[in-house]
């Protein structure tokens, strides 16, 4: 079975692994980091449960040998970068609180940026993996709804 990535092991393959012949590498989707916050500040303590908890790791292999018995084959990788929007950029950010304590905080308006970033990613992996068919339904869809031709409802894909 083929599987598309959309997530940072997808996003940074090992160099080496280009570089010499039957390596492994195992890459973790866990988020880590020196951003534990001690204080009070509600919007600070936020990424405490959300950005540590939980993680994944894939093991990768480039040897020939290994092919007929991995389960994937990792074939297309997408990176969504946001950063050129300032609002994605002051969403979340590193800063002390009112007691001194350095910690990340977090605004409302992450959702609506972490929305927007996440369709953006799908969109643009949505071409490389849907089929050709469901390709040509949801241009159909699109255009019959933009010329105001019938009254459909927008064409959701199912992956």
Do not use: W
């Amino acid at each position: 079975m083929m599987l598309p990535s959309a997530n940072p092991n997808g996003r940074n393959l090992p160099p080496f692994q280009l570089v010499h012949e039957n390596t492994y590498a195992m890459v973790s989707t866990e988020v880590t980091g020196q951003h534990a916050y001690g204080g009070n500040d509600i919007n600070t303590l936020v990424t405490n449960c959300v950005f540590h908890v939980g993680g994944a790791a894939i093991l990768l292999s480039n040897g020939r040998s290994d092919r007929q018995s991995s389960k994937y084959q990792l074939i297309h990788t997408v990176h969504t970068n946001t950063a050129s929007s300032d609002t994605s950029c002051s969403c979340i950010f590193q800063e002390e609180d009112s007691q001194g304590i350095m910690g990340v905080t977090v605004t409302r308006s992450l959702l609506v940026e972490a929305r927007q970033a996440i369709t953006a990613h799908l969109t643009t992996l949505g071409k490389l993996v849907l089929p050709t068919s469901d390709k040509i339904l949801f241009g159909l869809n699109y255009l019959i709804r933009k010329l105001h031709l019938a009254k459909f409802e927008a064409l959701h894909a199912g992956f």
